[in-house]
Every structure is written in structure tokens, then in C-alpha cells.
């Protein structure tokens, strides 16, 4: 992430982001929501569509401790009941996916074969925290119908630059052609071809190990500028950049393999998993580049020579989730102009568009006015919903949306999240077999009228057990066909093999039918109706 960032071109100082971010994110408060088994919602009025389907994810950032664990030090048990509590409030926010970082700074949050465990578990790197986090967090996800997207920083190695402090065995101290220290931290060099590999296959061991949904990327590739310092990595030019005259064009082609060639092992490993990026929110400026946004602001493909128009336009992504934190009327990185913009882009192609949105900014001091009403979140909302290309939002990061210091998160919600829906299901993987219809049996409670939706999965074997399940209520006896009928989506149901439903607010004579869900999100015909 980059939530320090201002939209201005100038360039950071040295000073880490992420430390000025904790010191603004404050902790958040200790009363956790209730945990909820579904996402359910009062039903509108209008007939069945087919079910909306939106990403609405969550950004837990663990660099720093920032979001989870709160800090190190804590022992297996603690970590997990924080990361359970989490889970629950997650689910219980209305939230589908999160996206945890599990490889902040050259290290691991599993036990890695290539890399060190990470000192933001434990404190100390390299140091075993007595459990798989990893699977752990990965099932705890799962079981509650949410989708687990690994989010990975390809070549920072650390917050600080003393390649000395690492462990003796991290590879960047027994490689350290690998690396360059650059403004206060080190980094693997991405133009040298055996550090991006090493990089790749550190990743994929991850992937091809742990049942994930996706891998994610944010928007560090070369680092941040600093003032008065380029990267140093003339050397390296001299050695692999032969065929280019302009050291950028070059680094832009070192961040296009890493980019590419990700995309190809990811598909290959685990071809239903999404693999996507969140880059810094502006592309280029229109004033450098026709194609860009009416903006004035640091430009992605020139300062982090990330060409992310150009990765949606060739295909190498599922989706792109573009971090737009800045407020409506912002003169020079308008959330109103760069919506529309990222729409545009993705426009007539396969990649999904989710956009990221700095809850963080909501309530903090020193944010100007927009971000203190408690409305400007739900002003975004508003304005992507005229723009059918976007697909959902990502939120930066869970212990804002935990503290909600302004109540603009929740107001968020009351406006836009009333309806439960199914997460997206890009083109490519919109394909069977879908997971057969389940078996319902509905009961009444005598007094309240309740209804209890008692389901039953119809599988083969234990790997096609539904993720989810989505619950339809009618009016009446829907006919035979019940999912063209005037039903409504009432709730999405974490799955399994029997899953219990509880439908407080049914009326006297409605009906149920229920579809499986698979974790793909590939949603089968309807049960037969039930009452």
C-alpha cells in the first residue's frame, strides 16, 4: 500500500510510510462485532436479477505490525485469537475476501523452505512461532465462506538497510549481488534476472502449498523515489540492459517479466486462483501522456516504472485494483475523474476493476474536510455504482475499519451493502461443472415465525463440498424453474456439507430456494422450493 502518499509528484523523503501510517492509523477499539454465519440483509422490493456479484474485500497488513498480529512477540494462541476475531468481524462487516500479507519483507508467515520466518510474527527473524500461520489463517478464512488472497511484496527485503541484521542464511545475505540498499531499506534489484526468479519461486512455494484464492500484489515494484537519489543499479544497467538506450523503458521491462511471468506460474500451479495488483492510483498524467488522467500527480509508470495500463490492456491480470485514496474534488487526483478513468481502461477486456479505498483516512487528523463527515466513503460508492465496469472495492486496512473513527465506513455499509451478494467470477473461470443443487427442509418456529433453513449438500466427495450457499426467499410458490421466479437473495451462508440458516424476518407464506456455491464462485441451479 502506499497510504502516505500524496497525490503531489514530489518526491517522499526517506522516512518509512508504513511508520508514519502506524502512528496514524491508531489503534483500534476492543469491542468486537458479534460473529455472524451469514451475511443477510432485509430484502428489496425489486424481482430477482441474476445474483449481484461485487468484491468486497479487506486489506490486513502485517509489515509492521500494522494490522495482525498487533504486535510481536505474542504467543501461537494470542496470534490466532486475533486473527479469529478478524475473521468474525470481517464476515459480521459484510466483508467476501481478505487479502493478508504473508511476505511483507523477504520473509514468511509459513514455514518456507527459501526464506526466513518473518520477525513480525515472533520479533525476532527466523525465529519458529510454534504453528502455520499460513494454514491456519487460510482455514480460518474458509470456513466462514471468505475468500484467502495471499499478498506478497516481490523485492522488498527489509525496513531497514544493513543487509548484516538479517539472519545469516537469508539469501540476501548469501546473494548480495541481489540486493541495493535505497532510502533507509534494502531491495532485491529486480533487473537482476536470478534475484527475480529467486523472488518468483520464493512466492510460489506459498502457492502451490496452501489452498489460496488469489495472489496480490500492491504497488511495490522499484521503490518510491526518494529526493536528490536514483536507484543504484547502474551496474546493473551496464550488465543486463544492453538492448536499451533508456534506463527506464529497461526497468519497465524488468517489472513486466516479474508481472507476466507470475501470471503464468500462478495459472499454472493453481489455475483457479486470481492474480491480480493494486498499484499507486495514477497511471500518468494527461499532460505527459494523452492517454492518462485530467490529473497532476506522481505517475506509477514513470516513477515505479509500472506500466499498469499496460498490464490490463495485454491480459496478464484477473483484475486490477487501483488504490484511489483520495477525496472527491481533490484538484490534482480526483476520486471523481480517476474512477471513470480505470472504468475506461478496463473497458471490452477480461480484467475485473476493484477499487481501493483509504478508510484510513477517515477521521484521521491532518485529513482536510471531505475525510471528516463520515460521507466519504459512501460518496465513492455512489459514484462507482453509475460505472458498471467497477466490481467491488478493497479496504486499506483493518484496524481502520475496526476503529470507523468517524462512522464513514458504517455509513458505507447502510447505503450500499444492504443486499448480500456472491464475490466475482472472472470470464475465464465461468465455466462447469458447477456444484450441484442442495437439499432444504425449512421449519417454523411457532410464536415467531422464524424460519430455520436446515441444507444439506449433495457431493460426491469431500472436494466438492460447497463454499457457499445463497438463500432466495419468494413471495409465494415460486414454479418450477424458482430462479426465474420474483425471488430475493437473503443471505450468502459460509458451506459444507449441512449448513444452518436462521431467517428471523420470514414472512407468513414465503418460499426458499437455495443454490451451491463453489469456491470459484460458480453458482449451481436452485433446490427444489421448500417451505
Keep these: 500500500m502506499s497510504p502516505k502518499r500524496t497525490a503531489g509528484s514530489t518526491p517522499l523523503p526517506a522516512l518509512g510510510r508504513r511508520t508514519v501510517l502506524a502512528a496514524i492509523a491508531a489503534a483500534g477499539c476492543t469491542t468486537a462485532l458479534p460473529s455472524m454465519t451469514a451475511h443477510a440483509a432485509a430484502p428489496p422490493t425489486d424481482s430477482l436479477a441474476p445474483v449481484e456479484r461485487q468484491m468486497r474485500g479487506m486489506w490486513i497488513a502485517s509489515v509492521v505490525n500494522i494490522d495482525w498480529p498487533t504486535r510481536t512477540g505474542l504467543d501461537a494462541a494470542a496470534q490466532r485469537a486475533e486473527f479469529t476475531r478478524l475473521a468474525d468481524e470481517a464476515l459480521a462487516w459484510g466483508f467476501n475476501a481478505l487479502f493478508v500479507q504473508i511476505r511483507p519483507t523477504a520473509d514468511a508467515f509459513w514455514p518456507s523452505p ?37 499478498w506478497f511484496n516481490p523485492y522488498r527485503v527489509s525496513m531497514q538497510p544493513d543487509p548484516s541484521a538479517l539472519v545469516p542464511e537469508h539469501p540476501a545475505r548469501t546473494h548480495p549481488e541481489w540486493t541495493v540498499s535505497y532510502g533507509g531499506k534494502l531491495y532485491y534489484d529486480p533487473g ?51 538492448d536499451y538506450a533508456d534506463k527506464a523503458a529497461w526497468r519497465r521491462h524488468n517489472v513486466d517479466l516479474m508481472v507476466r511471468e507470475m501470471r503464468d506460474a500462478v495459472r499454472a500451479v493453481r489455475p483457479d486462483a486470481l492474480f491480480g495488483i493494486s498499484p499507486f492510483g495514477v497511471w500518468r498524467n494527461a499532460t505527459t501522456d494523452a492517454r492518462g488522467s485530467a490529473t497532476a500527480a506522481f505517475q506509477s509508470y514513470d516513477g515505479l516504472h509500472a506500466d499498469t495500463r499496460g498490464w490490463v490492456e495485454r491480459g496478464w ?46 477521521g484521521a487528523a491532518g485529513q482536510p474536510a471531505p475525510w471528516q463527515d463520515g ?43 444492504g443486499q448480500p451478494v456472491l464475490g466475482p467470477l472472472p470470464a475465464r473461470l465461468d465455466k462447469g461443472p ?21 441444507i444439506t449438500a449433495r457431493t460426491h466427495g469431500r472436494g466438492d463440498t460447497p463454499f457457499q450457499y445463497a438463500v432466495h426467499r419468494f413471495p409465494g410458490r415460486p414454479g418450477h424453474r424458482s430462479d426465474r421466479g420474483n425471488g430475493t437473495l437473503v443471505a450468502v451462508v459460509p458451506g459444507g456439507k449441512n449448513a444452518v440458516y436462521r431467517d428471523s424476518a420470514a414472512p407468513a407464506a414465503c418460499w426458499y430456494a437455495v443454490s451451491a456455491v463453489d469456491r470459484v464462485q460458480r453458482q449451481g441451479r436452485m433446490s427444489r422450493p421448500a417451505s
Excluded at 210 to 237: K, L, S
Excluded at 321 to 329: D, L, R, T
Excluded at 339 to 356: F, H, K, N, Q, S
Excluded at 435 to 451: K, L, Y
Aim: glycine share 8%; aromatic share 14%; with cysteine.
Design 317 to 362: 491480470l484477473d483484475y486490477i485494483a487501483p488504490q484511489v485514496y483520495w477525496h472527491i474534488g481533490l484538484p490534482v487526483a480526483d476520486y471523481a475523474v480517476l474512477a471513470p478513468w480505470w472504468a475506461e481502461v478496463v473497458r471490452d477486456t477480461d480484467t475485473e476493476l476493484w477499487i481501493g479505498q483509504a478508510v484510513y483516512k477517515s
Design 114 to 150: 527459501l526464506e526466513p520466518w518473518s520477525q513480525w510474527l515472533t520479533g525476532t527473524q527466523g525465529q519458529d512461532p510454534g504453528y502455520d500461520p499460513l494454514a491456519f489463517m487460510v482455514e480460518t478464512a474458509h470456513t466462514r465462506g471468505l475468500a484467502f488472497h495471499a
Design 434 to 454: 458447477f456444484p450441484p443443487p442442495p437439499t432444504v427442509q425449512v421449519r417454523r418456529e411457532v410464536g415467531t415465525g422464524a424460519a430455520t433453513l436446515h
Design 192 to 242: 537482476v534476472p536470478a534475484a527475480r526468479r529467486f523472488c518468483q519461486e520464493a512466492m510460489l512455494d506459498a502457492v502451490r502449498r496452501y489452498d489460496i484464492d488469489g495472489v496480490h500484489f500492491d504497488d511495490y515494484f522499484y521503490p518510491y523515489p526518494v529526493a536528490g537519489a536514483d536507484f543504484p543499479d547502474d551496474e546493473t544497467f551496464r550488465t543486463y540492459g544492453a
Design 375 to 417: 460521507k466519504e466513503l459512501t460518496r465513492h460508492l455512489t459514484l462507482n455504482a453509475a460505472l458498471p465496469e467497477i466490481g467491488g472495492d478493497l479496504f486499506f486496512s483493518a484496524k481502520d475499519v475496526r476503529e470507523d473513527r468517524v462512522g464513514d465506513f458504517a455509513a458505507m455499509r447502510l447505503a450500499h451493502w
